[in-house]
């Protein structure tokens, strides 16, 4: 955040002083994402928030009115995700109540996981249940395509290096299309599009608290329990994600959710969804070095590389696909 902006927001804030009791020499980061948005922890003197969390958006690269549309959809869906308290649309800041800075990252062990994925699965499920359609974007083969794209030019091309074969161009494409055919034959609901355990916080009430939900779209009943599940930023044994899966998929059948009778189905789909993320997520990692120069997601790659492949290898007609990631693994990492 440059100085002007920071001033343009202590401005916005002390004229909030006296409606919130903001002690606004508390001000701090709380933290960064992957975008332009920045966030304040800020000391209220108000005995029923103690403290708030200023969102910083600036409106050219990050318009609030995503946010604040899906953040009152998932409210609506009994979801516990920020009360927007002000906001400033113009200059691009919202004032919010705190979920705390408990993250499930943070929080997630081999005792606490049962517990904690139920309560996350709970909220998907609520979520997925309030969805319409037309209400937000359509997660549509246009968009999967570019997201997949990420993978060849930002990670194959710009942070390995590799030039591919036209074979290898060919068999890459045509994974492509077999990926992008299963996702769009799933039934579509809400998608937060990044329901992992940084995005969600543990709270006593209404576990867990939701938050960075700006970009979600209609699409594919799986998304989320791949991202849940297959965490770029935290791995389980498979045979505890299977279990997870299964509940997951039990319940939303009992809730009344368009789920496949088959197990065996949604795991599939469950799967060549996660496949789809994966590459994606390569290659978003690599952009926010090369483009952005972030290098703090570089150390997760290998973990979301070894989920790809071990997808890949799982179904014959993604073969060639596992080879090629295979190939990148020895690829010496920036």
Known sequence: MTDSRLNTLRNW????????????????????????????????????????????????HEPLDAFIKVDILLSDAGLNVPHILEKNLEQGFLLLNDLGNKTYLAELNNDTADHLYQDATNALVKMQLASKPNILPNYDEALLQRELDLFPEWYLGKHLDRSLTDLQQAQIQKSFE????????????????????????????????????????????????????????????????????????????????????DFGQFYRD?????????????????????????????????????????????????????????????????
């Not at 390569?282 to 071990?310: M, N, Q, W």
Request: glycine letters at 4%; a neutral charge.
């Open 270 to 334: 469950f799967e060549w969804m996660g496949l789809q993320r994966h590459l994606k997520v390569l290659g978003i990692f690599a952009r926010l070095f090369h483009r952005d120069g972030k290098d703090g997601y570089l150390k997760d790659i290998p973990l979301v590389l070894e989920y790809a492949i071990a997808t890949a290898n799982r179904y014959i007609e993604l073969k060639p696909l596992a080879r090629i990631l295979e190939s990148t693994r020895q690829a010496k990492e920036c």
């Open 178 to 261: 077999l990926i992008i055919e299963n996702n769009l034959a799933q039934t579509k609901v809400y998608v937060h599009r990044d329901y992992h355990s940084r995005n969600l916080m543990v709270t006593e009430k209404n576990n867990p608290g939701v938050i960075d939900f700006q970009d979600a779209v209609y699409g594919p009943i799986t998304y989320d329990a791949s991202s849940l599940w297959r965490d770029a930023y935290i791995a389980w044994p498979e045979e505890r994600v299977i279990d997870w899966v299964i509940k997951f998929w039990e319940e939303g059948r009992k809730a009344g959710l368009p789920m496949p009778d």
């Open 13 to 60: 804030l002390k004229a909030l002083e006296p409606s919130w009791q903001l002690d606004l020499d508390s001000l701090m980061p709380a933290s960064a994402d992957a975008s332009f948005r920045r966030y304040f922890r800020i000391v209220s003197k108000n005995p029923d928030f103690r403290t708030l969390i200023v969102m910083d958006a600036p409106p050219q």
